[in-house]
């Protein structure tokens, strides 16, 4: 089996997908932004702030070379820009997490650590400018996917079923 990447923007459940997935599978979970911030040894938002979003690109695509040659059999969360990397194909299957930008905003608002989870995402600091990147990602992100998942009002358990059948595992 290949490794399992879930793309998609900020904020749709990538990370809580895949832990789901791993625990449904007893397969392990990566996270490429906790990979970054173990790498640098600071948080997204403070590479963001001290170092720009170039910089921040750039430790992505270190971290997608790493995952090409050293990780095997695992589900990989990204970040939401990941999918850009020049080899994510070479990674493993690409699925697609995909959401209204409006359904995305509503499940940050509604957690439980709303507050925690918006300051967590830098691009978020504007919800318009936000929206402006999930428009601009939108049909870039179908198109590099080997597999879409629509998450909008599904549980976990119904979203790892539907990854399950479509990867058969």
């Known amino acids: ?12 459940g990538k ?5 789901a997935l791993a625990k449904d599978s007893d397969l392990f979970t990566i996270d490429t932004d906790d990979l970054i911030e173990s790498l640098e040894n600071c948080k997204i938002k403070q590479i963001f702030e001290k170092e720009g ?7 992505e695509q270190k971290t997608a070379y790493w995952l090409e040659k050293s990780v095997k059999n695992a589900i990989i969360s ?6 850009k990397v020049k080899n994510i194909r070479d990674i493993g299957t690409i699925v697609l997490l995909d959401s209204s930008f409006e359904k995305i905003l509503q499940r940050i608002k509604e957690h439980p ?3 925690k989870k918006l300051a967590k995402r830098p691009l978020f600091k504007s919800p318009q400018k936000a929206k ?4 601009e990602r939108e049909k870039a992100y179908k198109k590099i996917a080997d597999f879409i998942i629509n998450v909008e ?9 539907k990854i399950r059948k479509k990867l058969k595992f």
């Not at 990204?78 to 999918?83: E, I, Q």
């Not at 402006?132 to 428009?135: F, K, L, M, N, T």
Request: hydrophobic share 45%; charged share 20%; no cysteine.
């Open 113 to 115: 650590n709303a507050t």
């Open 53 to 59: 979003e170039a910089y921040f690109r750039s430790l």
């Open 132 to 135: 402006e990147i999930y428009q």
């Open 15 to 19: 990370g809580t997908v895949a832990r």
């Open 78 to 83: 990204t970040g939401g820009g990941f999918f």
């Open 153 to 161: 009002d599904k549980t976990e358990k119904e979203v790892v079923a």
């Open 1 to 12: 089996m290949k490794n399992i990447i879930l793309i998609g923007f900020m904020g749709v």
